[in-house]
């Protein structure tokens, strides 16, 4: 074989060897890449499922709670009916010691249910549930509140809907609600019985399956899978560009083979080490000439392709980051601003943005508050819904991304200045305060948008594009949902430790509030004043006006109680007509002062009722003081009782103090406290949330005898 010969058939070798390994390096990459997709996909989709039958558990979790607050059967009724009205719940059992069925709202899922707190592959399971055992004072059990919901084909559609992926349920290894197209759903089962843990299985079919569940807050056996989905077009395009190179090789070999030896040596050798895996490989360029100019080119593209790996690499490794942040976050906290942050942070991070910011929706002045930003400033800041960029996107619900000189809208006064921008409206599904009416004024139409999320100015000169806004309604998804989470977290919380119908404390707070209360006196050396009040003969007004006239009256005693206390003190409603009030750092003189208030509160002004002409009543006050009166959490709550009872037979309307020595700090004994609630619930002195005029207001929320007129 001649030179020439033997460089064109180096030449071929070089040049055809780098493509046909790079087409089948790209051809094994996107089929790992499919399947790497595929399996990540499931991933997100495993987590999608436990968050959303989480927060369905947690949701049922607040159910059982609030029917759980009062042991009155009549009101456990009345709230068993309100939660399964709002949707909180399909049903709410209520079962007796015994385990024989108390009560049962209507459409209640018939046993057997997948218990949240105790997961199970045990079936068939009709309905999910969250049991709370109720106990009496004296710890005996008096039986389990159940909040359920309908464990049916319609609830493992919106989990399909909510994954994008095809979701099944098993019932003792078989299929029994599914959204996996018929034809392939007994392969899906098949392969889902060999799958543990976080494992993916693929079938016959090219379909690929997980396991999620049953685990603690995800009781659910459920399968996910997503169909392969192999880019069989690609291969094609991958052995016609082969094919065209060859041809073009052979042509351009026969030229080449006859003016370049060296050069060619040099590239094939620099070609072998990049198709290695060497992007640092360089070509010496000996002349201007075509072999010149190509190793100036193979130079420029294996520097260029090592930088862009580089810049890969550390922007997946950022993104992986952010990710975990984001997902311990979610997961770990309730503060609301730290998780936004933590949402914007990631959106940012993803998009190559170089700031943005959240605004909710105030519906009371119609104006988005600045809730967090990046790179700027949003204290303060608050933008009229359809004014400007985020006013409009608010007002329509409609996303938007481009320059503000050549797309617009014009930016409103109030918002952060910007070159490029996009902007994505989200919805919040839990309730929102409703606007203050105003008198004479129509109310406007309610904006589509409940909040926004925008990021601004890309870094570069490149604009945003519709990958961009994908990724950020994703976000936007994110942040709706985790706004959702924290209301219904503070919404039960509050029902949980406040009194449904005057606002005020609970019982149960009432006991872990005066511990805390107490330890802090002994800490510091202070004192601290319990004050036990009843109203006189309100049995009366019940037997006389009705109790609806009894529950007004209970309402408006607790809204005169707020208006004599502090800021700093604490009121409880302790059950029926009897109340608590703790003064921190306030000793029996200062007690006395505010029990002369509160009896003057009462009994200089009747409560005005509808049709009664107003109610004139008086109240009872015992005053025991921490560590004067008693040493103890009980004891200093049956010295102020004790107190009371001696008003009471003193002739009412009136307090005492109840009798005793200031012990030495040797002797005072305390018990720990509880940590306080959030501090969005409201204080004894301030204005507390609007209460339902219903309830019982005879009824006591913990068992205890009550106290007669």
């Given at each position: 074989m001649t030179l020439r010969g033997r460089l064109t058939a180096a030449f071929l070798a070089v040049v055809l060897g780098p493509v046909l390994l790079g087409a089948l390096f790209v051809g094994g990459t996107?089929?790992?890449?499919?399947?790497?997709?595929?399996?990540?996909?499931?991933?997100?989709?495993?987590?999608?499922?436990?968050?959303?039958?989480?927060?369905?558990c947690l949701q049922l979790q607040a159910a059982a709670d609030a029917v759980a607050v009062t042991a009155d059967p009549a009101r456990q009724t009345d709230i068993a009916?309100?939660?399964?009205?709002?949707?909180?719940?399909?049903?709410?059992?209520?079962?007796?010691?015994?385990?024989?069925?108390?009560?049962?709202?209507?459409?209640?899922?018939?046993?057997?249910?997948?218990?949240?707190?105790?997961?199970?592959?045990?079936?068939?399971?009709?309905?999910?549930?969250?049991?709370?055992?109720?106990?009496?004072?004296?710890?005996?059990?008096?039986?389990?509140?159940?909040?359920?919901?309908?464990?049916?084909?319609?609830?493992?559609?919106?989990?399909?809907?909510?994954?994008?992926?095809?979701?099944?349920?098993?019932?003792?290894?078989?299929?029994?609600?599914?959204?996996?197209?018929?034809?392939?759903?007994?392969?899906?089962?098949?392969?889902?019985?060999?799958?543990?843990?976080?494992?993916?299985?693929e079938t016959a079919g090219g379909r690929f399956v997980r396991r999620v569940g049953p685990s603690a807050g995800q009781p659910l056996p459920l399968v996910l899978s997503v169909p392969a989905g192999e880019p069989q077009a690609l291969y094609g395009l991958l052995v016609a560009a082969v094919v065209l190179a060859g041809l073009?090789?052979?042509?351009?070999?026969?030229?080449?083979?006859?003016?370049?030896?060296?050069?060619?040596?040099?590239?094939?050798?620099?070609?072998?080490?990049?198709?290695?895996?060497?992007?640092?490989?360089?070509?010496?360029?000996?002349?201007?000439?075509?072999?010149?100019?190509?190793?100036?080119?193979?130079?420029?593209?294996?520097?260029?392709?090592?930088?862009?790996?580089?810049?890969?690499?550390t922007s997946r490794d950022q993104l992986r980051g952010h990710l975990a942040v984001l997902g311990d976050t979610l997961s770990s906290t309730h503060d609301l601003q730290r998780i936004l942050q933590v949402i914007l942070e990631t959106a940012r991070a993803a998009t190559g943005a170089s700031g943005g910011v959240v605004l909710l929706l105030d519906p009371a002045t119609g104006t988005l508050v600045g809730q967090c930003g990046l790179a700027v400033d949003v204290a303060g800041r608050r933008v009229p819904v359809g004014e400007g960029l985020l006013g409009w996107v608010a007002a329509t619900g409609l996303p938007r991304r481009g320059r503000v000189d050549r797309d617009g809208p014009s930016l409103s006064p109030f918002e952060p200045r910007c070159r490029t921008y996009v902007a994505v409206p989200f919805?919040?599904?839990?309730?929102?305060?409703?606007?203050?009416?105003?008198?004479?004024?129509?109310?406007?139409?309610?904006?589509?948008?409940?909040?926004?999320?925008?990021?601004?100015?890309?870094?570069?000169?490149?604009?945003?594009?519709?990958?961009?806004?994908?990724?950020?309604?994703?976000?936007?998804?994110?942040?709706?949902?985790?706004?959702?989470?924290?209301?219904?977290?503070?919404?039960?919380?509050?029902?949980?430790?406040?009194?449904?119908?005057?606002?005020?404390?609970?019982?149960?707070?009432?006991?872990?509030?005066?511990?805390?209360?107490?330890?802090?006196?002994?800490?510091?050396?202070?004192?601290?004043?319990?004050?036990?009040?009843?109203?006189?003969?309100?049995?009366?007004?019940?037997?006389?006006?009705?109790?609806?006239?009894?529950?007004?009256?209970?309402?408006?005693?607790?809204?005169?109680?707020r208006g004599v206390v502090r800021e700093v003190d604490l009121a409880f409603?302790?059950?029926?007509?009897?109340?608590?009030?703790?003064?921190?750092?306030?000793?029996?003189?200062?007690?006395?002062?505010?029990?002369?208030?509160?009896?003057?509160?009462v009994r200089d002004e009747p409560i005005e009722v509808e049709g009664t002409g107003g109610i004139e009543v008086t109240v009872s006050i015992g005053i025991a003081v921490f560590p004067s009166h008693a040493t103890t959490v009980q004891a200093v709550l049956d010295a102020a009782d004790d107190a009371l009872y001696a008003a009471k037979a003193a002739g009412r309307d009136g307090y005492r103090t109840a009798p005793g020595e200031r012990p030495t700090m040797a002797e005072i004994k305390v018990t720990s406290g509880a940590v306080p609630p959030d501090g969005n619930l409201p204080r004894a002195g301030g204005t507390g949330p609007i209460r339902p005029a219903g309830g019982a207001s005879s009824g006591t929320q913990p068992p205890r005898q009550t106290r007669g007129g």
């Open positions: 996107v089929s790992a890449v499919g399947r790497d997709r595929a399996v990540d996909r499931l991933g997100v989709a495993a987590t999608a499922v436990r968050t959303s039958v989480s927060s369905l009916s309100q939660v399964v009205a709002r949707g909180l719940a399909s049903g709410v059992v209520v079962e007796n010691a015994d385990g024989v069925p108390r009560l049962r709202t209507p459409g209640s899922p018939a046993r057997p249910w997948a218990d949240c707190a105790r997961p199970t592959d045990a079936g068939p399971f009709l309905g999910l549930a969250v049991g709370i055992e109720t106990r009496d004072a004296a710890g005996a059990p008096l039986g389990v509140i159940w909040a359920t919901h309908d464990l049916d084909a319609a609830m493992i559609g919106r989990l399909g809907g909510a994954t994008g992926t095809a979701v099944t349920l098993l019932q003792g290894g078989s299929a029994v609600h599914s959204t996996e197209s018929p034809g392939a759903l007994a392969d899906v089962v098949a392969a889902a019985a060999g799958v543990r843990g976080d494992n993916v299985a073009f090789a052979v042509g351009a070999a026969w030229w080449l083979a006859r003016t370049t030896t060296r050069p060619l040596a040099e590239l094939a050798g620099a070609a072998d080490r990049a198709a290695g895996g060497d992007l640092a490989a360089r070509v010496p360029v000996r002349g201007r000439d075509e072999v010149g100019r190509l190793a100036v080119a193979f130079n420029r593209m294996t520097r260029e392709t090592q930088a862009y790996v580089r810049a890969l690499t919805n919040v599904a839990g309730p929102v305060t409703d606007p203050v009416p105003v008198p004479g004024v129509q109310p406007a139409e309610p904006p589509t948008a409940s909040g926004v999320l925008a990021l601004y100015d890309r870094l570069g000169s490149d604009e945003f594009d519709d990958a961009d806004l994908i990724t950020l309604r994703t976000f936007a998804g994110q942040a709706a949902v985790a706004v959702d989470n924290v209301r219904v977290h503070q919404e039960a919380q509050r029902l949980s430790l406040t009194d449904p119908l005057t606002g005020l404390w609970n019982y149960r707070y009432l006991r872990e509030s005066i511990r805390r209360e107490v330890e802090r006196a002994s800490r510091f050396g202070r004192m601290l004043a319990v004050l036990a009040l009843d109203l006189d003969r309100f049995k009366e007004v019940n037997d006389t006006y009705g109790h609806a006239a009894g529950d007004a009256v209970l309402l408006e005693f607790a809204g005169r109680i409603r302790q059950g029926g007509e009897e109340f608590v009030v703790l003064l921190p750092e306030t000793d029996a003189d200062g007690a006395a002062t505010v029990a002369q208030r509160l009896g003057a509160a």
